[in-house]
């Protein structure tokens, strides 16, 4: 049983955001740093991925580990309550970033994902657009 009023879980789940929240300033900050320009939100790419780097054909997706379930992350925790409504729902997204993730390829375009536990840690993040900036110096 949820502790919260019915309303209450409303405004909740209404402040959470899809675009530009905190994990994904911080990827697009360290990313300007080491001089690479990207755009956001690209609407013609399928699943209009967050960071888009076109020169490059590169797409960097930034995922949040509950809502994208990342496997074996304590920020992934499944609900407790209301199984039926969330299941579903979790795996609906991870499917639909498996298709789009395909269609992005099919494309051309290299696809990174940063997940959210990843941007807790700026020396991992660090060493994530470090990756990312390697790829792109050396692939083209």
Known sequence: M???TVGKRSANMARIKSKNTTP???VRKLLFANGLRYRLH???LPGKPDICIKKYNTVIDV???FWHSHDNCKLA???KTNKDYWEPKIQRNKDRDYANQKLLEELGFKVFIIWECETKNMSTLS???EEISF???TSF
Do not use: Q, S
Request: charged share 35%; with cysteine.
């Open 2 to 4: 949820d502790h919260l």
């Open 24 to 26: 994904e300033l911080l």
């Open 42 to 44: 690209v609407k013609d």
């Open 63 to 65: 995922r949040g580990c």
């Open 77 to 79: 925790a499944k609900p």
């Open 127 to 129: 060493n994530k657009i």
């Open 135 to 137: 790829y792109l110096n």
